[in-house]
């Protein structure tokens, strides 16, 4: 037996001498009273945890039923329905479609952060792993539905693009459309727009923005919105008075803007000239309205007297 | 020796055991015994051992939805025990506690050797008490519960080639502090 083997027995030895044998009796009730104990809080506890994830997650559910299914009801607000054309008559009058310019949506915020605690407590908390994994991929679904509606990329000037009454482009102007008219004439603007974003949208009108400013008559300015219907491009002269306008990934519909062009506007004189270079559209997404300013190819100008 | 993978005398196995608190329960009574021993060898102490046991069995309790396998329960549990030793020496050493450990009676029979023998036993434990809390839980796995080098591995959650040098080290410094400070220069 070499010193290793004897070291090892000797060690052996040792901490054999430290052994006590079998655990005191004691012990073992002493351990199962402190697990009753312990079961008996976690009990109470679970049962306030279960309470609170069922809580947690009714919040998240009534809240996503909420943002997803609760649209706005009334004329006009039914999803998935294009507006019924009310015949090639129908004039596009002033006022049709205005729509006051909309804040961040603060509410629906709200609600979201609140399903998103919710959820983060239900996943957080859950026993059973499907539960967890399940509150984590609605999390990732909200997130990622929410990094894809209220921007402006959602709606692109594409397809047609006119002025009507339309005026040659005069000297000493590189680029843009001019509208000729004189005094507050109506001009009305022919505009593609196409849904670039990956969920549906409805479009709910334009925001008139200049007209609230002092003195607006004395510039050009949005004062309605209408559409074409689909087999009738570009003819701003069969447009139709605005309703809502459903438009799912990809589609794209022809907007007619009614405008005036301001009481300096002239169509001979070329002092000045005012521009319309984007237009304040408002649309719903899952309930939540924005308003985004989709550019314009070119700027739309209207001239004027400049002493007006 | 009696150690740690011996067949334990009777387990508890009602259904599942992340599945019943009561069974699980059972199960970590069954192995109170060994979990006890192990304590107390590392520990030196019954009085710490006891408390060390009585902590392990209710983190085990806690964590309970760790274990996934109810036949790895021995090994989970030992980990948890010697997790706990571990805490208990190190805090052990801001505050050193000694006490006499009982020792076994008529080992030493060859005439002449008894002495010899004796104080080899105290310098040994001597020694064992002033290795760190790591080493000593190493000899204690190796050479009272008599584990395997992947057994260890299993229980103290690292790789075999750690648990070999540990050991060598744990058993160099247990030479070291056999010989005496003058050695260790």
């Known amino acids: 037996m070499n010193d290793d083997a004897v070291f090892e027995g000797e060690i052996r030895s040792m901490l054999g001498r430290r052994d006590p044998g079998s655990s005191p009796a004691h012990l073992g009730e002493a351990v199962v009273e402190r ?10 506890a679970g049962r306030g945890r279960l309470v609170v994830n069922a809580a947690a997650g009714l919040a998240a559910v009534v809240v996503l039923a909420v943002v997803v299914l609760g649209r706005p009801s009334g004329p006009g607000a039914r999803p998935g329905l294009r507006p019924t054309p009310s015949g090639p008559s129908s004039p596009l009058f002033e006022g049709s479609g205005l729509r006051s310019s909309v804040g961040p949506p603060l509410l629906q ?5 609140a399903a998103l605690v919710g959820l983060a407590v239900v996943a957080a908390r859950a026993k059973r792993r499907v539960v967890g994994y399940g509150a984590i991929t609605v999390i990732l679904g909200i997130v990622w539905i929410g990094s894809m509606i209220g921007t402006s990329d959602a709606l692109e000037h594409t397809g047609g693009f006119g002025v009507e009454p339309f005026l040659e482009r005069p000297a000493g102007f590189e680029s843009g459309v001019f509208v000729r008219a004189d005094g507050d004439d109506e001009f009305r603007l022919l505009v593609g727009i196409t849904n670039l974003s990956r969920l549906p949208l409805d479009l709910v009108g334009v925001a008139p923005g200049a007209a609230q400013i002092p003195d607006a008559d004395r510039l050009p300015r949005i004062v309605g919105v209408g559409y074409l219907p689909d087999d009738d491009c570009c003819l701003p002269s069969r447009a139709q008075p605005f309703a809502r306008l459903h438009l799912d990934p990809g589609e794209s519909i022809h907007l007619v803007i009614l405008g005036r062009a301001g009481r300096c506007a002239t169509a001979t004189v070329e002092v000045g000239a005012s521009q319309i270079d984007s237009l304040p559209l408002v649309y719903e997404q899952l309930t939540l309205l924005h308003t985004a300013a989709v550019r314009l190819d070119e700027p739309v100008s209207v001239l004027n007297d400049g002493v007006c | ?22 069974s699980f329960e059972r199960l970590v009574v069954d192995h109170l015994d060994r979990a006890y021993r192990l304590a107390a060898v590392i520990l030196g102490s019954t009085a710490d051992a006891e408390e060390a046991v009585s902590d392990a069995a209710l983190l085990a309790w806690r964590s309970r939805s760790g274990l996934r396998d109810p036949d790895r329960f021995e090994a989970w549990f030992s980990r948890i025990v010697v997790n706990t030793c571990r805490d208990r020496l190190r805090s052990r ?18 005439p002449g050797d008894f002495r010899e023998l004796i104080h080899t036993r105290d310098e040994l434990a001597r020694a064992f008490e002033l290795l760190s809390a790591d080493d000593r839980i190493m000899l204690v796995l190796r050479f009272w519960a008599d584990l395997s080098i992947e057994s260890i591995a299993e229980r103290l959650g690292i790789p075999s080639g750690t648990v070999k040098s540990r050991l060598h080290h744990a058993l160099a410094r247990l030479r070291v502090g056999l010989r005496g400070p003058e050695v260790d220069q």
């Open chain 1, 109 to 113: 915020l709200a609600l979201a952060g």
């Open chain 2, 1 to 22: 020796m009696d150690g740690l993978n011996e067949a334990p005398a009777r387990v508890w196995r009602l259904g599942s055991v992340t599945g019943s608190e009561a």
């Open chain 1, 35 to 44: 697990l009753e104990r312990e079961r008996a809080r976690t009990g109470a």
């Open chain 2, 93 to 110: 050493r801001r505050r050193p506690v000694v006490e006499v450990l009982p020792t076994a009676p008529n080992e030493a029979t060859e």
